[in-house]
């Protein structure tokens, strides 16, 4: 990781890196902190980009997020992971412990881009975007309750995953 990143910026790198090692995320996703030309705007904060196995942080939305949200939607975009995996196995016919077939089937529906829609109205009755705001709204409780401080996230976990180039 580059150390010239902002707070904010390791702040969001160490909250995904939180909820991928409590929802034992595999450690080849990838995580990145892109210009805004990869967003539909400044204030679209992240992405899982689902054929790359990745997820993209708006580095324009983060010069002036909050912390708060800033730890929330790092939690909301590993649980965009945890449900593509999900898919995944479904599609394998491997049973989910979380999900039952009709959440499995509605979140493979809404995956697809051509049935996601980031309209206002639109994205907040998707179920799986209503399944990951519930998750880092609880999540966050949990960060709350053990971790506490921004700068003891940061130290714990900042370094605990890495991307490989080579």
Do not use: C, P
């Not at 002036?64 to 449900?83: D, W, Y």
Request: proline content about 0%; charged content about 30%; cysteine-free.
């Amino acid at each position: 990781m580059n150390e010239i990143m902002s707070t904010n910026e390791k702040l969001i790198i160490s909250a995904t890196n939180f909820a991928r090692s409590l929802l034992n995320i595999d450690e080849d996703l990838w995580v990145f902190i892109n210009e805004q030309t990869h967003f539909n705007g400044n204030d679209h904060s992240a992405l899982y980009d689902k054929e790359n196995f990745l997820i993209r942080y708006n580095k324009e939305w983060l010069k002036n997020a909050n912390s708060e949200n800033i730890i929330k939607t790092a939690f909301h975009e590993v649980f965009h992971v945890v449900q593509h995996s999900a898919i995944v196995e479904f599609e394998l016919g491997i049973k989910s412990e979380v999900f039952s077939i009709k959440e499995l089937r509605q979140m493979k529906y809404e995956f697809k881009d051509k049935n996601y829609s980031t309209e206002i109205g639109q994205y907040e009755n998707l179920l799986i975007e209503q399944q990951a705001e519930t998750f880092a709204y609880g999540l966050y409780e949990l960060y709350n309750q053990r971790i506490k401080t921004e700068e003891k996230l940061i130290k714990k976990y900042f370094y605990l995953y890495e991307n490989e180039t080579d």
